[in-house]
Structure formats: C-alpha cells, structure tokens
Nanobody, 126 residues
C-alpha cells in the first residue's frame, strides 16, 4: 500500500521557519519524484517544490521564491521542505505527492502526480 504522510505543520509567527516532512512507503523511493504543493482556502493548489529522487534534481515554483529548500533522505524514505521567513500569505494546507519517473512528466502540474498525502496545515500569524 502506497502511503505518503506529512508532518511538521503548525502555527508560527511571521518570520519564523518550519520544516515539513513527507514519509513515504509502498513504492521504490528512488524511482519517484516527490513534490510539495499548497492550497489556501479559496485558492488553487500550487506547486512549491519538487525533487527527483533518481538524480537529485530539484525544482522550485514561484510561490515561495528562495525561501524554501527541498531535500531527500534515501535512508529514511523521507522528503523535507525547509521553509524560512514565513509570512501570513504562506498559510495553507501543504501536501506532498509522488510521481513515478516517466518520459515527459512535468513536475509543475498537480495532475501529473500519482499519489498524495493527506496534508499538513501551516498557519502563520502576523
């Protein structure tokens, strides 16, 4: 059974940092890219970052600029999202998703991903 379990969300003050974790099981970790998305109430889901576990390449969306870093620990089958200098505009539900490596797959679009976690809430207060 494929599982993606997010953790690390919570309530923080503006300017603080959080590290989200995505623990995966049920598939071959290095054959998949793992992406982080977020969705705020009333807004569309948007990509934050993605890491291709087959070669370590990372990709970042426009939503958080240089304030995030995605990384992967193959010994723990876990992907991390380090978020810095958080602002209230970053408040959202954050999801990780897995995409099996295949030709032509895009890391940017959520409908290109095969499996999703349940999400973790991040709330940033001013």
């Amino acid at each position: 059974e494929v599982q993606l379990v997010e953790s690390g969300g919570g309530s923080v003050q503006a300017g603080e940092s959080l590290r989200l974790s995505c623990a995966v099981s049920g598939f071959i970790f290095h054959d998949h890219a793992i992406g982080w998305f977020r969705q705020a109430p009333g807004k569309e889901r948007e990509v934050v970052a993605c890491i291709d576990n087959s070669d370590g390449r990372t990709y970042y969306g426009d939503s958080m600029g240089g304030r995030v870093t995605i990384s992967s620990d193959h010994t723990k089958n876990t992907v991390y999202l380090q978020m810095n200098s958080l602002s209230p505009e970053d408040s959202a539900a954050y999801y990780c998703a897995a995409q099996e490596d295949r030709p032509g797959a895009s890391w940017y679009y959520d409908d290109e991903y095969d499996y999703w976690g349940q999400g973790t809430q991040v709330t940033v207060s001013s």
